[in-house]
């Protein structure tokens, strides 16, 4: 699914590089690039500097922004709006799973149905969709028993 939505893009390579604060894993920086190929040790060194010098900026963005409401939603960071916190620790509770991969699981089923991270966020939090039977409410319209 992934290739497909990138295929017509002039996409190479893509590189994902840790933002951490401390031991904690608190984001990705994504690189992307025309031409395939591994980074070099040069490249890679640039790559982790940068982002080690914006992990705590990114950190006090996530913690700042966590008290919009949807009303007052950042274009640019859906992701960081408190429903997006709060459906992940239901996903978390739902399905028994870490809460990384409670939120991959919230990023994917958005990027499947082509809907922003908020909006399905939004949806699991008002108990419109139910992970423990992700095919049995597909529709933000539908609500669980």
């Given at each position: 699914m992934f290739w497909s939505?990138?295929?017509?893009?002039?996409?190479?390579?893509?590189?994902?590089?840790?933002?951490?604060?401390?031991?904690?894993?608190?984001?990705?920086?994504?690189?992307?690039?025309?031409?395939?190929?591994?980074?070099?040790?040069?490249?890679?060194?640039?790559?982790?500097?940068?982002?080690?010098?914006?992990?705590?900026?990114?950190?006090?963005?996530?913690?700042?922004?966590?008290?919009?409401?949807?009303?007052?939603?950042?274009?640019?960071?859906?992701?960081?709006?408190?429903?997006?916190?709060?459906?992940?620790?239901?996903?978390?509770?739902?399905?028994?799973?870490?809460?990384?991969?409670?939120?991959?699981?919230?990023?994917?089923?958005?990027?499947?149905?082509?809907?922003?991270?908020?909006?399905?966020?939004?949806?699991?939090?008002?108990?419109?969709?139910?992970?423990?039977?992700?095919?049995?409410?597909?529709?933000?319209?539908?609500?669980?028993?």
């Amino acid at each position: 699914m992934f290739w497909s939505a990138i295929d017509a893009l002039d996409v190479g390579a893509i590189f994902s590089l840790p933002l951490k604060s401390g031991a904690a894993t608190v984001g990705v920086v994504d690189l992307y690039r025309s031409t395939p190929g591994i980074l070099t040790a040069a490249d890679l060194e640039a790559g982790m500097t940068l982002a080690v010098a914006i992990s705590d900026q990114a950190l006090q963005f996530a913690a700042a922004s966590a008290s919009y409401t949807a009303e007052a939603e950042i274009a640019f960071a859906p992701a960081m709006r408190r429903e997006t916190h709060q459906a992940t620790g239901m996903i978390f509770t739902q399905l028994g799973v870490s809460m990384a991969e409670a939120f991959a699981l919230l990023q994917a089923r958005a990027f499947a149905e082509g809907r922003p991270i908020a909006e399905v966020a939004l949806n699991v939090v008002q108990r419109k969709l139910d992970f423990r039977d992700p095919g049995e409410y597909p529709h933000p319209e539908v609500s669980n028993p």
